[in-house]
């Protein structure tokens, strides 16, 4: 079993910034990629960022490349993702999320394998 608690959300002005924790407990050795995704209001949950324990590649979804990082610390087992100019349409919920197993695809919701209980991000215009 794996726990993950995520932290950080708020609101914030259009172009502001806020930086997101996930602390995780339980098994963490055993996952092989930790992510972020996010919902928003009347809409489908979407990939934001994933890394990869073991190598440590990144990937981003096209809406967020170059204003968002994904980052880790083994050490401390933590998950974050620092938001830069934000925008209205990033408003949602966001989750963390961890999967154990290799799959090409980082966005496939269905192969995480454990969710956090989100963390509100509002920015207004």
């Known amino acids: 079993q794996v726990q993950l608690v995520e932290s950080g959300g708020g609101l914030v002005q259009a172009g502001g910034s806020l930086r997101l924790s996930c602390a995780a407990s339980g098994r963490t050795f055993s996952s092989h990629t930790m992510g972020w995704f996010r919902q928003a209001p009347g809409k489908e949950r979407e990939f934001v960022a994933a890394?990869?324990?073991?190598?440590?590649?990144?990937y981003y979804s096209d809406s967020v490349k170059g204003r968002f990082t994904i980052s880790r610390d083994n050490a401390k087992i933590t998950l974050f993702l620092q938001m830069n100019s934000l925008k209205p349409e990033d408003t949602a919920v966001y989750y963390c999320?961890?999967?154990?197993?290799?799959?090409?695809?980082?966005?496939?919701?269905?192969?995480?394998?454990?969710w956090g209980q989100g963390t509100q991000v509002t920015v207004s215009s």
């Open positions: 999320a961890v999967r154990l197993n290799y799959y090409s695809d980082y966005e496939l919701i269905s192969s995480y394998d454990y």
């Open positions: 890394v990869s324990r073991i190598s440590g590649r990144t």
